[in-house]
C-alpha cells in the first residue's frame, strides 16, 4: 500500500520527499486494524500527528483518537527520518511502529488550600476502589465525586468537586504534637481509615445530608500495635482486611471486623499501662471507641517499612518495601516471609503493574526500580524509571493504561510514565544497580500549582522541591491526578482525551 501514485515529473525537477516501510502494530484489542495492511509506503517527514491522522483513516473512525507510535520501544518525538537516523535504520528497512493512545498534558484543574502540610489524599468515585466494592445504588453518582485529604495537623477534610468542605474530621488523640495524618483512604462512601504519626489505626463512618452539602463522622473503631509512625495502609475489601506499614520494622495485618478482631495491646491502650508511652502519647479518657488489635504483624525488615501492597491475583499474598533497602513478599495466612529482593537504595513506596507482573517502587536515589518478583525472575531490576531529582515517596497506577503511572517525589513534582518509551541502560546513568536493564524516561512533569503561582519558592542552594514536596498521589479515571503536600495544598491535573474526559 502507498500514500501516493508514482512520481511522473520530468527528471529534471526535484526528486521526490524520501519514504521509508512501515508496518503499524498495536495492542489495542478495540483499535485494531481490520486485516494486515502489509508495509505502508510513508513520507519520512511525518511525525506523531501525520501518523495519528494516517491511522485513523485507516481505522475508519467517525471521531479522531489520538495516538502515540512506538518504535524498538522509544515514543516518536521527532520526524521518522530524524528518528531513524539517530537509531541507523536503513531506508530500506520496513519499521515496526506500534501505535497506543496518547497520554495527553495533563492540565491543572484546581488546588485546594489547607492550615497545614497535606500527609494524604485518596478519591471517592464510581472508578475508584471504594466506588467499585460500594456497588449497585451505593455506587457514588456522577457528579458527587468526593476527596479526603489527610493533614499534619492531625485533621480529615472531605471535599466536593467545587472545592467545598463537606465535613473536617479530628483525626488524631494528640492535640498537635505527633498528630499528622500520613495516609487516609475511603473504604466505601460512608466509610474513611486513617492514620499517621500518632500511630493508631482509625476507621470513621461517614455520612452526608440530604442535600450533599454538609457531612458529619464519628469513629467506629481505633486498630493498636504499632510502635512508631504508621505511613502507609492498603485495603482488601472482599476480605475486610487491611495491611500497615510502619516506622517500627513491621507490616500489620488487620481486620476491619469488630468482632474478628483480636483484643488491643493492653500497654499500647492504656497510657497507665506504659510510662514511656503516656509521656508521648496522650489518650482522651472519654474515648469510648472500641479498640483492637492486629490479627499478625510480620517482621522481617531492620529498618522502617515505607509501602505495602495486597497482590492482585492472590490476597493472601502482600508486598511490602522498606529504608532496608529490600522488597519482601509474605505469605499472610501464615504470616510468614516468602522472598526478599535486595535493591542498591532505600526504598520508599511501592504499586504493582499486575498486567506485567512487576511492582514499581521509588527510591530514595531518586529513581523508580520496576521489580519481577516471582520466584523465577533472574534480576532484581528489569527496568529503571529515572528524571526526577528528589526522593520519590509515592507511586499510583494509571486507571486506563497498564503500562502507565504516576510518581510523586519530594522535588516538588510528579511524573507520569509509560514503561513502554525505553531505551537500553549506560554506565554514565549513574549509580550501582541503575545502569542494569532498561531506562525509561517520564511522559510529562506536573510542577506544583503553587511554584507556578510565586506562592512557594525554594531558596537558593536548597535541595529540590523544598517548600513544595509532593507526599502523595493518587489516579482517578473520573477525577484525574491528585497530589498533595509541602505547600498545604491538595492539587487535581487531568488529561483530556478523545472521550472529554
Not at 529534471?12 to 478495540?30: G, M, N, Y
Request: glycine share 8%; charged share 20%; net charge neutral.
Amino acid at each position: 500500500m502507498e500514500l501516493s501514485t508514482e512520481d511522473q515529473r520530468p527528471p529534471t525537477e526535484a526528486r521526490p520527499e524520501s519514504q521509508v516501510r512501515i508496518h503499524f502494530t498495536t495492542k489495542l484489542r478495540d483499535l485494531t486494524l481490520a486485516g494486515d495492511t502489509g508495509p505502508i509506503l510513508v513520507p519520512t517527514n511525518l511525525r506523531r500527528y501525520g501518523l495519528s491522522t494516517l491511522v485513523n483513516h485507516l481505522l475508519g473512525v467517525e471521531k479522531p483518537i489520538p495516538f502515540d507510535f512506538l518504535i524498538n520501544g522509544t515514543f516518536l518525538r521527532t520526524t521518522l527520518e530524524e528518528f531513524l537516523a539517530a537509531r541507523g535504520y536503513s531506508s530500506e528497512s520496513t519499521v515496526a511502529v506500534e501505535y497506543v493512545r496518547s497520554i495527553l498534558p495533563p492540565v491543572h484543574l484546581a488546588s485546594y488550600e489547607h492550615d497545614d502540610w497535606v500527609g494524604a489524599v485518596d478519591v471517592l468515585s464510581r472508578s475508584s476502589p471504594a466506588g467499585s466494592w460500594a456497588g449497585g445504588s451505593r455506587e457514588p453518582p456522577a457528579g458527587r465525586e468526593r476527596i479526603v485529604s489527610g493533614c499534619y495537623d492531625g485533621r480529615l477534610v472531605v471535599w466536593d468537586m467545587s472545592s467545598h468542605k463537606l465535613a473536617t474530621i479530628n483525626a488524631s488523640a494528640n492535640d498537635g504534637y505527633n498528630a499528622g495524618v500520613k495516609v487516609v483512604k475511603f473504604l466505601s462512601p460512608s466509610r474513611i481509615v486513617s492514620s499517621g504519626l500518632d500511630r493508631v489505626i482509625r476507621l470513621w463512618g461517614y455520612k452526608e445530608s440530604s442535600d450533599h452539602t454538609t457531612a458529619e463522622s464519628k469513629p467506629l473503631l481505633e486498630l493498636y500495635g504499632h510502635h512508631a509512625s504508621v505511613d502507609d495502609l492498603d485495603v482488601q475489601w472482599t476480605l475486610r482486611r487491611m495491611l500497615s506499614a510502619s516506622a517500627d520494622h513491621t507490616v500489620g495485618l488487620w481486620t476491619m471486623i469488630k468482632a474478628d478482631a483480636p483484643p488491643a495491646p493492653e500497654a499500647l491502650v492504656s497510657p497507665n499501662a506504659d510510662p514511656s508511652t503516656a509521656k508521648r502519647r496522650k489518650v482522651a479518657p472519654s474515648n469510648n471507641t472500641p479498640k483492637r488489635g492486629p490479627v499478625s504483624q510480620l517482621r522481617s525488615h531492620t529498618a522502617p517499612v515505607s509501602s505495602v501492597v495486597f497482590a492482585h491475583m492472590d490476597a493472601t499474598v502482600a508486598y511490602s518495601t522498606s529504608w532496608d533497602h529490600t522488597l519482601r513478599t509474605w505469605d499472610l495466612p501464615t504470616a510468614s516471609l516468602v522472598d526478599t529482593r535486595t535493591t542498591a537504595h532505600s526504598l520508599l513506596s511501592v504499586c504493582e503493574l499486575p498486567t506485567l507482573h512487576l511492582l514499581a517502587a521509588g527510591t530514595s536515589a531518586r529513581h523508580i526500580t520496576l521489580v519481577d518478583p516471582r520466584a523465577s525472575a533472574t534480576t532484581v531490576s528489569a527496568m529503571t524509571l529515572r528524571g526526577h531529582t528528589n526522593a520519590v515517596v509515592s507511586l499510583a497506577k494509571d486507571p486506563n493504561n497498564t503500562f502507565g503511572l504516576v510518581s510523586g517525589s519530594h522535588d516538588g513534582t510528579c511524573r507520569v510514565w509509560d514503561v513502554r518509551a525505553t531505551r537500553p541502560g549506560r554506565a554514565q546513568d549513574g549509580g550501582a544497580g541503575v545502569s542494569e536493564g532498561a531506562i525509561c524516561e517520564s511522559v510529562y512533569t506536573i510542577p506544583r500549582d503553587s511554584t507556578t503561582t510565586g506562592k512557594s519558592k525554594s531558596k537558593r542552594g536548597s535541595a529540590p522541591g523544598q517548600g513544595c514536596k509532593v507526599f502523595d498521589v493518587i489516579w482517578d479515571e473520573l477525577v484525574g491526578i491528585v497530589s498533595a503536600g509541602e505547600d498545604k495544598r491538595l492539587q487535581i491535573n487531568m488529561g483530556r482525551d478523545e472521550r472529554g474526559l
